[in-house]
C-alpha cells in the first residue's frame, strides 16, 4: 500500500504534481487547480500538526468504517470538507505547488487526532494523505 512514509510515493506525488497549470480543469468537481492544490495543502498541514480543524462527531471514526475508508474503500468525489481546508487566495498555481513540494517532500505525522476519524497513527496519516493528494490529482488527470 502507497504512503508518504515511502521515498518513490513522495516522488511521484511531486512530479505529478509539477503538471498542473493554471488552465488544468477537473474531470468532476467545482475545484480550481490553485483550490485543489491549497487544498490538498491545507489538509497536509493538518495531518502534519501545522493546522487546526474543528473535529466533528461521525460514525466513521469507529471501526470497522474507520478501518475501510482508511485503506480499502475507493475515496468518494464530492465529499464535504472543513472550511479550515478551503481557500480563496489569489495566489498564483506555482505559489501553490512549491508549498505542496514542500510538504509532501518534508512528510513527518505524529500520531495524532483527524477531525473525522478520530485518532490516527503516524502508518495511518501517511496513507490518508496519500490517498487524498493521489484522489485530487486524478481529479485533475494527472
Same mark, same amino acid.
Given at each position: 500500500m502507497?504512503?508518504l512514509?515511502q521515498?518513490?510515493t513522495?516522488?511521484?506525488l511531486?512530479e505529478? &504534481?509539477?503538471r &498542473?497549470?493554471?488552465?488544468t480543469t $477537473?474531470k468532476?468537481?467545482? /475545484?480550481t487547480?490553485r483550490? @485543489?492544490?491549497?487544498?490538498i495543502?491545507?489538509?497536509?498541514? @493538518?495531518?502534519?500538526?501545522?493546522?487546526?480543524?474543528a473535529?466533528?462527531?461521525?460514525? &466513521?471514526?469507529? /471501526?470497522?468504517?474507520?478501518q475501510?475508508?482508511?485503506?480499502?474503500?475507493? @475515496?468518494?468525489k464530492?465529499l464535504?470538507?472543513?472550511p479550515?481546508?478551503?481557500?480563496?487566495? $489569489?495566489?498564483p498555481?506555482?505559489?501553490?505547488k512549491?508549498?505542496?513540494?514542500?510538504? &509532501?517532500?518534508?512528510?513527518?505525522?505524529?500520531?495524532?487526532?483527524?477531525?473525522a476519524?478520530? /485518532?490516527l497513527?503516524?502508518?495511518?496519516?501517511?496513507?490518508?494523505v496519500y490517498r487524498?493528494?493521489d484522489h485530487?490529482?486524478?481529479? /485533475?488527470?494527472?
Amino acid at each position: 500500500m502507497k504512503s508518504l512514509a515511502q521515498e518513490a510515493t513522495r516522488r511521484e506525488l511531486v512530479e505529478r &504534481i509539477d503538471r &498542473i497549470t493554471d488552465s488544468t480543469t $477537473p474531470k468532476w468537481g467545482r /475545484f480550481t487547480a490553485r483550490a @485543489m492544490l491549497d487544498h490538498i495543502a491545507r489538509a497536509t498541514e @493538518m495531518a502534519a500538526g501545522e493546522r487546526e480543524v474543528a473535529p466533528k462527531k461521525l460514525p &466513521i471514526r469507529y /471501526f470497522p468504517l474507520k478501518q475501510l475508508a482508511l485503506y480499502v474503500l475507493p @475515496m468518494p468525489k464530492g465529499l464535504p470538507t472543513s472550511p479550515e481546508l478551503l481557500t480563496d487566495s $489569489p495566489e498564483p498555481v506555482e505559489n501553490s505547488k512549491e508549498t505542496l513540494r514542500r510538504l &509532501i517532500t518534508n512528510f513527518a505525522p505524529r500520531p495524532a487526532n483527524h477531525p473525522a476519524f478520530g /485518532f490516527l497513527t503516524t502508518r495511518a496519516w501517511s496513507v490518508l494523505v496519500y490517498r487524498h493528494v493521489d484522489h485530487h490529482l486524478r481529479q /485533475f488527470g494527472v
